[in-house]
């Protein structure tokens, strides 16, 4: 049987756990015309979400949806290169005469396509051979604005650009939506602060150009309820207070809640119970599964971002973190020292900061440093 706590990726509605109200909200407004800023932390699941709305029968046969996660890009180019390799392969599947509308729209990408045996198209030009990235941004757009179905577009870790060196990129972005009449768009972020900046802030490109939704956290009734339902259909039962005490010990955030779900039904034998007792055994089963990684992680960490790091772990959560009482408390240097510390953690995803308050990003590396 397949493990119904997915954590890894979309695998369909019943394995998708309530977000009946904003799946609505977002199929609405899109559907409507309307472009969405969605917010949240990272790991309560923005972009599966996003991936279940795409999947409703409004959507899945009437439009061609993208998602473009720009995580990793730390240029315009790399974005481009990121833009015209997802939209290929999303429209590779759906027949020749649909991914050659899009070939003959981008000609700067041209030189980078191969064709496999069966005759599909790859894109493998790599971020150096696209010489102009403006004229390829406008070549994706143009062929957004020509399809021959409308477009949806869902740009992950939005706030990326913003690190970008190239000059305009936001107004330049802003411009090429605010005319793409034939596309919607769902900007996607997990810096609070910097998706608020460039949305709500009335000397930015973005301001008042979409509805911002921030995305909370799942029910925990409504968790429960999808637990002992998944449970019951493989003949097996399972504890409300489990469920309980993993929301509370991981603070709702569904990646934690199901990749400790998935381990818990793994270990539950059809006929079996699952009860308290074997909580922490799945949680330390995770834990200890990365914690060579996490050792050599540490290793590589200079020390004074390594003594700042344990001293979060130690406190849990963090306000006034430059202060002068949190070095005292620690043992460390100075606050001035700590503030060139944090930034550099929270620059490696180390650590979060929300409304001012530091925090352990990896929650699973926080447990394995407790234990240190």
């Given at each position: 049987m397949v493990n119904p706590f997915v954590t890894n990726g979309y695998a369909g509605p019943d394995y998708f756990c309530d977000?009946?109200?904003?799946?609505?909200?977002?199929?609405?407004?899109?559907?409507?015309?309307?472009?969405?800023?969605?917010?949240?932390?990272?790991?309560?699941?923005?972009?599966?979400?996003?991936?279940?709305?795409?999947?409703?029968?409004?959507?899945?046969?009437?439009?061609?949806?993208?998602?473009?996660?720009?995580?990793?890009?730390?240029?315009?180019?790399?974005?481009?290169?990121?833009?015209?390799?997802?939209?290929?392969?999303?429209?590779?599947?759906?027949?020749?005469?649909?991914?050659?509308?899009?070939?003959?729209?981008?000609?700067?990408?041209?030189?980078?396509?191969?064709?496999?045996?069966?005759?599909?198209?790859?894109?493998?030009?790599?971020?150096?051979?696209?010489?102009?990235?403006?004229?390829?941004?406008?070549?994706?757009?143009?062929?957004?604005?020509?399809?021959?179905?409308?477009?949806?577009?869902?740009?992950?870790?939005?706030?990326?650009?913003?690190?970008?060196?190239?000059?305009?990129?936001?107004?330049?972005?802003?411009?090429?939506?605010?005319?793409?009449?034939?596309?919607?768009?769902?900007?996607?972020?997990?810096?609070?602060?910097?998706?608020?900046?460039?949305?709500?802030?009335?000397?930015?490109?973005?301001?008042q150009s979409v509805t911002v939704m921030n995305l909370r956290l799942i029910d925990l009734g409504k968790y429960w309820t999808f637990c002992e339902t998944h449970f019951a259909k493989a003949g097996k039962t399972i504890d409300k207070e489990v469920v309980e005490r993993l929301y509370a010990r991981f603070d709702g955030i569904t990646f934690y809640l199901?990749?400790?779900?998935?381990?818990?039904?793994?270990?539950?034998l059809e006929g079996g119970h699952c009860g308290v007792d074997e909580l922490e055994p799945a949680i330390n089963y995770i834990v200890d599964f990365t914690s060579l990684t996490y050792e050599d992680l540490m290793y590589q960490l200079p020390e004074k971002q390594g003594l700042v790091l344990r001293a979060i772990c130690e406190d849990g959560k963090v306000n006034q973190i430059t202060s002068g009482k949190f070095s005292k408390r620690h043992g460390l240097v100075s606050p001035s020292a700590v503030k060139s510390a944090v930034n550099a953690l929270l620059d490696k995803d180390l650590i979060t900061q929300e409304k001012g308050v530091y925090n352990i990003y990896d929650k699973f590396f926080e447990i394995w440093l407790k234990r240190q």
């Amino acid at each position: 049987m397949v493990n119904p706590f997915v954590t890894n990726g979309y695998a369909g509605p019943d394995y998708f756990c309530d977000r009946v109200q904003e799946t609505a909200d977002i199929v609405g407004l899109l559907r409507n015309g309307n472009n969405l800023a969605l917010i949240s932390p990272r790991r309560y699941g923005k972009t599966d979400l996003i991936r279940h709305c795409f999947n409703q029968e409004e959507i899945k046969d009437k439009y061609y949806t993208f998602i473009i996660d720009i995580y990793s890009t730390k240029s315009l180019a790399e974005m481009v290169n990121k833009m015209g390799k997802t939209v290929l392969e999303t429209l590779k599947p759906k027949g020749r005469q649909v991914w050659e509308r899009f070939l003959d729209a981008v000609h700067s990408l041209k030189p980078g396509v191969t064709y496999d045996g069966a005759g599909l198209p790859t894109l493998t030009l790599s971020v150096g051979d696209i010489t102009n990235p403006n004229n390829t941004l406008d070549e994706i757009f143009h062929y957004l604005e020509n399809a021959d179905k409308p477009c949806l577009v869902a740009i992950d870790e939005f706030q990326q650009i913003l690190k970008y060196q190239d000059a305009n990129v936001e107004a330049a972005l802003r411009t090429y939506v605010q005319y793409c009449s034939n596309a919607n768009f769902v900007f996607l972020g997990s810096q609070r602060h910097l998706m608020g900046t460039m949305f709500v802030s009335p000397n930015r490109p973005f301001y008042q150009s979409v509805t911002v939704m921030n995305l909370r956290l799942i029910d925990l009734g409504k968790y429960w309820t999808f637990c002992e339902t998944h449970f019951a259909k493989a003949g097996k039962t399972i504890d409300k207070e489990v469920v309980e005490r993993l929301y509370a010990r991981f603070d709702g955030i569904t990646f934690y809640l199901q990749k400790v779900m998935n381990v818990l039904f793994m270990r539950t034998l059809e006929g079996g119970h699952c009860g308290v007792d074997e909580l922490e055994p799945a949680i330390n089963y995770i834990v200890d599964f990365t914690s060579l990684t996490y050792e050599d992680l540490m290793y590589q960490l200079p020390e004074k971002q390594g003594l700042v790091l344990r001293a979060i772990c130690e406190d849990g959560k963090v306000n006034q973190i430059t202060s002068g009482k949190f070095s005292k408390r620690h043992g460390l240097v100075s606050p001035s020292a700590v503030k060139s510390a944090v930034n550099a953690l929270l620059d490696k995803d180390l650590i979060t900061q929300e409304k001012g308050v530091y925090n352990i990003y990896d929650k699973f590396f926080e447990i394995w440093l407790k234990r240190q």
